[in-house]
């Protein structure tokens, strides 16, 4: 059999997503994760026995780290790449040192908190000439994939329009707690898709609104009030105009999560609509159940789908040297175009990019 190398990887943020990370890493066959770091101790021991459930004290290779300079010091050539998967408001944070140490880096959507972090990731990269991918995961969606695919062949002409929409019960900012935006969580998945849509055209004003009716004790608080719902129309360069939809209150628990992406060219007209990927589930007396199938469904004893695919990716490119299929500057402008949104709801006037 042929020996591949495998990509010696560490996952800094080890609450839920950073768990998925750990676990993903854990069972692909190009990856070792030697180690899982939070801030949190007891976040990290917890991850880390995770791991290592079911092997011998001499196997046991996950360690936790609860300080990632440390961490990088301490491993120094035994680490190739971390994933950084901490809170939003970290991102630069976390990600500083493992650029400074040359290693590779996995971080989280969004890129940073607000657009002029994201500059100062960016340019940290540069200077370091480190590698870097921005965990967009709708890039390793084929639904997403395919329609931006055909958009770029050509086939639907100029897209003149369109509209996408992300939507969730209010669990969602209840268990947030008003720490993180909306835009931020769910909203970034759409912005940056819908600058893949609209090719080499550039957004050059946005206008924002927002409802508040429902989690008003989260949203009042905030610097910005994003209310339980937002309405974006984004303009671009070319003339093309577009709705992002952002709403985190369905009155109904059975509707965990819904997106949609509708895209109107000259050509053609293409749509996205996920609630029920295919299985639904109606039992007595329970809520209907749509399970997700698409981003990180777990079966077989193992998380599979999308962010499978993209961690296998980011491996895959890391250790071959070729590029990753994520585009970092979009990440960024999508988190720009997102302040431009956020000061567009505080000021109430349209916002010029
Ligand atoms: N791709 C997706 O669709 C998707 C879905 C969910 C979350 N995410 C992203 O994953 C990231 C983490 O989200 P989460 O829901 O797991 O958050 P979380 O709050 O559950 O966990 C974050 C962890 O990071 C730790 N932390 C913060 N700063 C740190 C630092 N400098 N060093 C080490 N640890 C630090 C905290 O202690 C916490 O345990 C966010 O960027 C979020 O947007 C992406």
Not at 102 to 110: C, D, F, N
Not at 178 to 199: K, Q
Not at 215 to 221: T, V
């Amino acid at each position: 059999m042929k020996e591949t190398r495998m990509l010696q990887v560490a996952v800094i943020g080890c609450g839920y997503f950073g768990t998925n990370h750990a676990r993903i890493y854990e069972k692909l066959p190009n990856a070792l994760l030697m180690a899982v770091c939070d801030r949190n101790r007891a976040m990290a021991d917890e991850l880390a026995a995770l791991i290592n459930s079911g092997r011998s004290e001499e196997e046991e290779r996950c360690r936790a780290f609860y300080d990632a300079e440390e961490m990088l010091r301490e491993l120094g050539d035994e680490l190739d790449a971390c994933s950084v998967a901490v809170s939003e408001h970290y991102h630069y944070d976390a990600a500083r040192p493992v650029i400074e140490a040359g290693k590779a880096l996995l971080i989280e959507k969004p890129i940073a908190q607000d657009g002029a972090t994201a500059d100062r990731i960016m340019e940290l990269v540069g200077k370091h000439k480190t590698r870097m991918m921005v965990g967009q995961v709708l890039k390793f969606d084929p639904k997403y994939q395919i329609m931006a695919q055909k958009i770029e062949n050509g086939d639907f002409g100029e897209v003149t329009n369109m509209y996408l929409e992300r939507s969730s019960t209010n669990g969602v900012p209840r268990r947030l707690s008003g720490a993180i935006s909306m835009y931020h969580y769910m909203g970034v998945h759409d912005f940056e898709a819908m600058l893949t849509f609209a090719g080499s055209a550039r957004p050059v004003k946005v206008y924002a609104q927002a409802v508040d009716k429902v989690n008003g004790a989260f949203n009042r608080d905030r610097a910005v009030n994003e209310g339980d719902a937002t309405f974006n129309t984004i303009t671009f360069d070319n003339g093309t105009i577009a709705v992002i939809h952002l709403f985190w209150a369905h009155a109904s628990e059975s509707l965990g999560f819904v997106a949609r992406a509708h895209v109107f060219g000259t050509k053609a007209t293409g749509y996205i609509d996920i609630k029920s990927p295919g299985l639904e589930i109606y039992e007595e007396d329970r809520l209907t159940e749509y399970p997700e199938l698409t981003y990180w469904p777990e079966f077989n004893g193992e998380i599979q789908g999308a962010l499978k695919a993209e961690l296998l990716h980011f491996c895959e490119a890391t250790l071959s040297g070729k590029p990753y299929i994520v585009n970092n500057e979009r990440a960024v402008l999508a988190v720009k175009v997102i302040d431009a949104c956020r000061e567009s709801l505080k000021t109430g006037m349209p916002v010029m990019l």
